[in-house]
């Protein structure tokens, strides 16, 4: 088991935030999600990119990530 840092911030898009977080944690490592100025238990607000149409997207809110 490795033990890992995982440092993040507000607005990260979701699937890059949560897919490799829970990854790891399902191969049985400790991750640390950590944010500058945020402590344990505090939540950062993820963004999801939607494409629609041509080469545009809008940002979509996604989901609160826990720091732990």
Do not use: W
């Not at 993040?8 to 979701?14: A, I, L, P, Q, S």
């Not at 944010?35 to 545009?56: L, R, V, W």
């Amino acid at each position: 088991m490795a033990k890992i840092l995982m440092i993040t911030g507000d607005f990260v898009e979701d699937y890059e935030n949560m897919v490799p977080f829970q990854a790891l944690l399902a191969m049985g490592h400790q991750v640390d999600a950590v944010c500058p100025g945020k402590g344990k238990n505090d939540s950062i607000a993820t963004c999801i990119h939607d494409f629609e149409g041509h080469q545009t997207y809008t940002e979509k809110r996604g989901h609160n990530f826990t720091l732990n």
